[in-house]
T-cell receptor, first 116, second 115 residues
Framework: AQSVTQLGSHVSVSEGALVLLRCNYS??????LFWYVQYPNQGLQLLLK??????LVKGINGFEAEFKKSETSFHLTKPSAHMSDAAEYFC??????????????FGTGTRLTIIP | ETGVTQTPRHLVMGMTNKKSLKCEQH?????MYWYKQSAKKPLELMFV???????ENNSVPSRFSPECPNSSHLFLHLHTLQPEDSALYLC??????????????FGPGTRLTVT
């Protein structure tokens, strides 16, 4: 079984400040991990993914995330927040399946607000 | 058209109506998914199709009926819905189970309101 916990349903940061969105996962097999972003009235867009290569993963829009196995974490960061980063962010985990299709389990999401 | 498209974008229907949601992917993928996104709830996986075969039905009520005529098209047929079925319905696609590429690509969703 696999699960994802996103700490903080709402996060507010000032424009130009560090963005840190937290995600902890649980998985009985080596996981693949993802961050998605959802802007209002849109679907989910893939920001970045971890698939057992480099533990520090860089994504679009200046975001990056670090896989820490010992902490079972995959936190999302961005050094300097921009107004356009305001959105909802979802962490997701997928376990390698020996058969059958992959299945993503999503967290409950974190709404990021940027303060001008 | 590129990526994953969904029509209609908005739908209002009465509880006795029958309607269908359509999803089309232009990515050459083999797996397609329906998700339900309700306010303050995690994204709920409803159905999965892989190479046109349904491989997952996540205990979805029978008033939701999926159809996948080919790898590029996915439908969700709706009938006798309840107000609690009002939500954003998202379609997604991925390359499929035979490739270790797990990212899913999402459409913009259909905002469904049941009155």
């Amino acid at each position: 079984a696999q699960s994802v916990t996103q700490l903080g349903s709402h996060v507010s940061v000032s424009e130009g400040a560090l963005v840190l969105l937290r995600c902890n996962y649980s998985s009985s097999v080596p996981p693949y991990l993802f961050w998605y972003v959802q802007y209002p009235n849109q679907g989910l867009q893939l920001l970045l993914k971890y698939t057992s290569a480099a533990t520090l993963v860089k994504g679009i829009n200046g975001f990056e995330a670090e896989f820490k196995k010992s902490e079972t974490s995959f936190h999302l960061t961005k050094p300097s927040a921009h107004m356009s980063d305001a959105a909802e962010y979802f962490c997701a985990v997928s376990a390698k399946a020996s058969r059958g299709n992959e299945k993503l389990t999503f967290g409950t999401g974190t709404r990021l607000t940027i303060i001008p | 058209e590129t990526g994953v498209t969904q029509t209609p974008r908005h739908l209002v229907m009465g509880m006795t109506n029958k309607k269908s949601l359509k999803c089309e992917q232009h990515l050459g993928h083999n797996a397609m998914y329906w998700y339900k996104q309700s306010a303050k709830k995690p994204l709920e996986l409803m159905f999965v199709y892989n190479f046109k075969e349904q491989t997952e039905n996540n205990s979805v009520p029978s008033r939701f009926s999926p159809e996948c005529p080919n790898s590029s098209h996915l439908f969700l047929h709706l009938h006798t819905l309840q107000p609690e079925d009002s939500a954003l319905y998202l379609c997604a696609s991925s390359q499929g189970r035979d490739r270790f590429t797990y990212e899913q690509y999402f459409g913009p969703g259909t905002r469904l309101t049941v009155t």
